[in-house]
């Protein structure tokens, strides 16, 4: 079975913190690049964040930089996103996103929601 499956989401208040994961399965996830995306209601789908194959590359959104962290796990074909300082602004269904070879791959998403 091809997939992404996305985990961690979830409610927190301005100004704490998330750790989401991406756990892959059925393709050499070593070799893929990998990115988190999210889309808000009414908003167009934002590139979050991406990471190179050996994690020896990453770009972050401008609205996120600082802020958020991705990272790789390739022994446990887990791919992360660290979140910290949120703001309701950050509210988003984030997915998680696979690029190797001619395979494109998206995970079905995980809610986060930033509110008081």
């Known amino acids: 079975q091809v997939q992404l499956v996305e985990s961690g989401g979830g409610l927190v208040q301005p100004g704490g913190s998330l750790r989401l994961s991406c756990a892959a399965s059925?393709?050499?996830?070593?070799?893929?690049?990998m990115s988190w995306y999210r889309q808000a209601p009414g908003k167009e789908r934002e590139l979050v964040a991406r990471i190179s194959s050996a994690s020896d590359s990453t770009n972050y959104a401008d609205s996120v930089k600082g802020r958020f962290t991705i990272s790789r796990d390739n022994a446990k074909n887990t791919m992360y996103l660290q979140m910290n300082s949120l703001r309701a602004e950050d509210t988003a269904v984030y997915h998680c996103y696979a690029k190797a070879g001619w395979l494109e791959l998206w995970g079905q998403g995980t809610q986060v929601t930033v509110s008081s």
């Open positions: 059925g393709f050499t996830f070593r070799s893929a690049a």
